[in-house]
Nanobody
Framework: QVQLVESGGGLVQAGGSLRLSCAASGRTFSSYAMGWFRQAPGKEREFVAAISWSGGSTHYADSVKGRFTISRDNAKNTVYLQMNSLKPEDTAVYYC????WGAGSPGLSKYDYWGQGTQVTVSS
């Protein structure tokens, strides 16, 4: 069982930056690949970024490639999402998720545990 708690969301102007954090409970955090997803009002939840259990492999949605960076600190049971050059279309609730023994999949159904989400709002 893994519990995930996101933080770091907020209101930022276009072009600004935010860093999201996701703190995980449990002693087996390092055995999970981690992903970030987002859901805007009226839209389906979509993949943003993922990282393998070791941190050696990362994947990004085309819409955020070059602007967002996912990283993890297994000693702190935390995964991060650094978001730079934010755009109004990045506005959404951002969720972190854990994939047991995975490599970091873009598919929502691969993930076993989800956080409650944190709101990111980018003003133009």
């Amino acid at each position: 069982q893994v519990q995930l708690v996101e933080s770091g969301g907020g209101l930022v102007q276009a072009g600004g930056s935010l860093r999201l954090s996701c703190a995980a409970s449990g002693r087996t955090f390092s055995s999970y690949a981690m992903g970030w997803f987002r859901q805007a009002p009226g839209k389906e939840r979509e993949f943003v970024a993922a990282i393998s259990w070791s941190g050696g492999s990362t994947h990004y949605a085309d819409s955020v490639k070059g602007r967002f960076t996912i990283s993890r600190d297994n000693a702190k049971n935390t995964v991060y999402l650094q978001m730079n050059s934010l755009k109004p279309e990045d506005t959404a609730v951002y969720y972190c998720a854990a994939e047991s023994w995975g490599a970091g999949s873009p598919g929502l159904s691969k993930y076993d545990y989800w956080g409650q989400g944190t709101q990111v709002t980018v003003s133009s």
